[in-house]
C-alpha cells in the first residue's frame, strides 16, 4: 500500500495522504454507498461541525428506538 512504501505505519508516525488519493478513496466509497443503497449520496451542510452533525444523528436514531 501506499503507507506500507514510505513508512512502517505500525512504528512511524503516518504521512499525509495526497490529495488526489484522498478524492479517489472517498469517490470508492461513495459510489458504494450509492450502489448498496440505491440512493444518491447528500453531501452534509459543511457550515455544521461534524461533531454535532454526529451528535444531531445519534440523537435522532436513539430518539426513534
Not at 35 to 61: C, E, L, M
Amino acid at each position: 500500500s501506499w503507507y506500507v512504501e514510505r513508512c512502517d505505519p505500525y512504528k512511524d508516525q503516518l504521512p499525509k495522504l495526497p490529495d488526489d488519493m484522498r478524492l479517489r478513496a472517498a469517490a470508492v466509497y461513495l459510489n458504494a454507498y450509492e450502489k448498496i443503497t440505491g440512493q444518491n449520496f447528500v453531501w452534509p451542510d459543511a457550515s455544521v461541525d461534524a461533531t454535532q452533525r454526529v451528535h444531531a444523528a445519534v440523537k435522532a436514531y436513539i430518539a426513534g428506538l
